[in-house]
């Protein structure tokens, strides 16, 4: 057993880091606050290979370990998680989910640029489509449907909370093609977004990770071609429980991340604001915060790193991937809360950005899984 990173990892980890604080920081409240999508951030983690961190180098991917993704979330996500979700998503939810399961065309035709990040130089992310109006947690029932006309299929529904929506190139959408299957009629396609009969509805206006671009997505007698079925007849919803299980890495390294941030911060302000004659961080009080963080967090890295571990050494990793993202989250909101709280009155105004933080954090106990259904997963394994 080694808990000490290899050279790569600190060399990625440093990478991350550098790019966090040089590229993420600078403008980060007011894109929160404008909802702004980082552009520019998202295509300089393409310039630095994060966007296909765990693509195979011949799929035109990094060809690097889930630890290094992890690591790489983590840094980022201490700055700015509104860029980190958008890496989560190309590279947990679309690119791992196409390389797994893809065939050779689809992988020549989209994964390739996804991996890469651009196509002609221009930013080229993916988008997962799984949720619904009624949908969310229940995903068995899909509403939206597939109808086999032939030559190609026939998508009708709406699509809701899609990371990525308007930005993205590619999704990958969930459908019902045979309803009386259930769950067993659902399938996976690969819809282009400039695809006639696809309109994109207004950009929620969220409490945080306000500069990722959530939107729903409505298709209206779409035309897929046949050969963008991914996997055989029937496969989609094990798509994406499959692809789930590894996203729920992602957003656990990413609620790491953004309880490190706020623990960082914490730390140093201790060590600067002063109250009765010294440094708060002097204060027993403040100390027992403090270690109760640091704490919380390293049990939550390992429990990342550990889900990371089992999925690069191909084990069954569903159930150590919804204990790192349920404790991951639940530490986020922990940590950041208590960050507010050390803060202050300075906690509550956006410029010492634990508000953000904080704000940020809820999300992670909600998106790619609520914190109920990882204690479901959790709970049914115990119980074999």
Not at 248 to 258: D, E, K, T
Request: contains cysteine; aromatic residues 8%.
């Amino acid at each position: 057993m080694e808990f000490s990173l290899t050279e790569e990892h600190i060399m990625i980890q440093k990478a991350a880091r550098d790019f966090a604080i040089a590229s993420c920081l600078p403008g980060v409240i007011e894109r929160d606050e404008m909802q702004i999508f980082p552009k520019e951030q998202v295509g300089q983690l393409a310039d630095l290979g994060f966007l296909g961190m765990m693509v195979d180098e011949s799929w035109g991917g990094a060809g690097l370990d889930t630890i290094s993704y992890v690591i790489a979330m983590e840094e980022i996500s201490k700055v700015d998680a509104s860029t980190s979700v958008c890496m989560s998503v190309n590279n947990s939810l679309v690119c791992w989910g196409l390389e797994e399961y893809g065939n050779d065309f689809q992988k020549h035709k989209y994964l390739k640029p996804l991996a890469a990040g651009k196509k002609n130089n221009e930013l080229y992310i993916g988008a997962f489509l799984l949720s619904e109006p009624e949908a969310g947690s229940d995903a068995t029932s899909q509403h939206t449907t597939a109808e086999d006309n032939g030559d190609y299929f026939l998508m009708n529904g709406t699509k809701n909370w899609i990371t990525n929506g308007s930005s993205a190139s590619v999704y990958l959408v969930m459908a019902q093609t045979d309803a009386a299957k259930g769950s067993k009629g659902i399938n996976t396609f690969i819809v282009e977004k400039n695809t006639e009969g696809i309109t994109i509805g207004a950009k929620e206006n969220k409490m945080g990770i306000r500069g990722s671009d959530t939107h729903s997505i409505s298709f209206v007698d779409v035309k897929v071609p046949k050969e963008n079925l991914i996997g055989t007849d029937g496969f989609g919803f094990q798509f994406a429980m499959k692809t789930l299980a590894g996203g729920r890495i992602g957003i656990a390294s990413q609620a790491l991340g953004i309880a490190s941030g706020a623990y960082e911060r914490s730390v140093a302000y201790a060590k600067q604001r002063r109250t009765f004659g010294k440094e708060i961080g002097q204060h027993q009080a403040i100390q027992f915060k403090l270690a109760d963080m640091a704490t919380r967090i390293e049990a939550a890295r390992l429990l990342c790193f550990k889900a990371a571990w089992e999925k690069d050494h191909h084990l069954d990793y569903t159930v150590s991937s919804s204990m790192a993202k349920v404790f991951a989250s639940e530490t986020a909101m922990w940590v950041t809360t208590e960050a507010v709280q050390i803060h202050g009155g300075y906690g509550y105004v956006k410029e010492y950005h634990v508000e953000r933080l904080m704000r940020d954090a809820k999300i992670t106990q909600i998106y790619e899984g609520t914190s109920e259904v990882q204690r479901i997963v959790i709970g049914r394994s115990v119980l074999k």
